[in-house]
């Protein structure tokens, strides 16, 4: 296991409106704040976009299951942003409903808000943290500099 200890800094209230791509307008915000490290949390409707939905077999490194998802979604999540040698590096898992329907997975790529998403970030500053590539899983994971 592997920790890393840092303290609230600053707290930010976002609104994506219609049309507006998530994933892309919160890397730009980031680099806009210089957030290196953060959590937030989203809830509104999304359309026209994938969702990792688990790997194709439980196999490492594994074979992403994507599904896409079109129209409008309702969608709330979370997310986590650590650095990495690219800049700072999403990680957002949500739940999206549209009628019976639902789905729960690794947004990727592209996102895009229908009406408006609203979300609140959480700066974390003081942490001993990034995203490093694992040639392993073939993933960036979050590496922290502490060990119990």
Known sequence: MQYSEGSLGRVF???????????ESLQKFLKEKKIESCTALFLGALRDGRAVTGPKLPVVPPTPNFEAYESAWEVFGMATIYPSIEGPKLHIH??????????LGCIRDK??????????????????????????????????????
């Open 111 to 148: 996102a895009l808000v229908y009406l408006i998403v609203e979300a609140v970030l959480f700066e974390i500053c003081g942490l001993a943290a990034e995203r490093a590539w694992d040639e392993n899983m073939q993933l960036y994971l979050l590496s922290l500099k502490n060990r119990l």
């Open 13 to 23: 209230v976002l609104r994506m409106d219609h049309g507006e791509d998530l994933i």
């Open 94 to 103: 949500s739940a999206m409903g549209r009628g019976r329907q639902s789905l």
